[in-house]
């Protein structure tokens, strides 16, 4: 309720069993029930990277790149079975992580081998995710994560010279593109394939997930870079819970407006 009290319209769902059962059929009836008795629109779902994270930390985590084919299988059965959310709430976007962000391990309490960020299994599990998406009349958005494959300039090489036949496009995180370099050019880089996004912020050292203009983006400079490649679509707020819900919504307000007057003044 505090969500839409607030003036948000719409939201992402992110698809990990610790905080939604994508697998239990009656939580999709109860989220279709949430969402009509809150008018939000459910715009996208995260599909599943990991089965909790407690205290930042990750547990369970899943590669779509895994060189492991097993362990590649596991994270596909897992987004097939996020996407059975679609027909019950119909949602637009599914947001894909490639692989896994350098940053974490493997869930195994190891430091992240080369093997899950593998190019040829990543290709793999794109052309495989969007037919099984396509099923559902869900397009599949690849997100700009720090890791080699998936930077903006990766994924575009990737969607434009080896996918060239597949309806897929990016999610722009704007904190990671931030960690990663160039946040202006990562937005000129992506030209003609963003579908959707995840806004935060950070200072460019960690992936901090604060509430925009917070951290060390200029986000005049952001939005404008933005709407010259043609974007207008959904600014999808993905701020870290800092202990006071509420708190996190009334700041999060004040930068959406923020983030509209300069969307609309460029």
Request: net charge negative.
């Amino acid at each position: 309720m505090h969500v839409a009290a607030h003036g948000f319209e719409t939201i992402e769902l992110f698809a990990t069993r610790a905080h939604f059962d994508y697998r239990d059929p009656a939580a999709s009836v109860q989220l279709g029930e949430w969402l009509a008795d809150t008018r939000l629109q459910l715009h996208s779902v995260h599909a599943p990277i990991v089965d909790a994270i407690r205290q930042g930390a990750w547990v369970g985590s899943y590669s779509t790149a895994a060189g492991d084919e097993a362990r590649r299988r596991a994270a596909l059965a897992e987004i097939e079975a996020a996407l059975e959310i679609a027909r019950v709430v119909p949602f637009g976007y599914l947001v894909v992580h490639l692989g896994m962000p350098v940053a974490h391990g493997d869930g195994r309490g190891e430091t992240l081998p080369a093997r899950e960020n593998q190019p040829d299994a990543a290709r793999r599990s794109v052309e495989e995710i969007v037919a099984l998406a396509a099923k559902v009349d869900v397009k599949v958005a690849l997100e700009v994560i720090p890791n080699p494959l998936s930077s903006a300039a990766a994924l575009t090489r990737l969607i434009e010279e080896t996918l060239e036949d597949v309806d897929v496009g990016v999610c722009l995180d704007f904190g990671h593109a931030h960690l990663m370099g160039d946040l202006g050019e990562a937005i000129e880089t992506l030209s003609g394939h963003l579908w959707t996004t995840h806004v935060h912020d950070n200072r460019g050292r960690r992936d901090d997930h604060l509430v925009p203009y917070q951290g060390g983006i200029d986000w005049d400079l952001a939005m404008m870079a933005t709407q010259k490649i043609g974007y207008d679509d959904v600014l999808m707020l993905e701020v870290a819970d800092t202990g006071d819900p509420v708190d996190v919504l009334r700041r999060s307000t004040k930068a959406r407006e923020r983030l509209e007057k300069a969307f609309v003044v460029y």
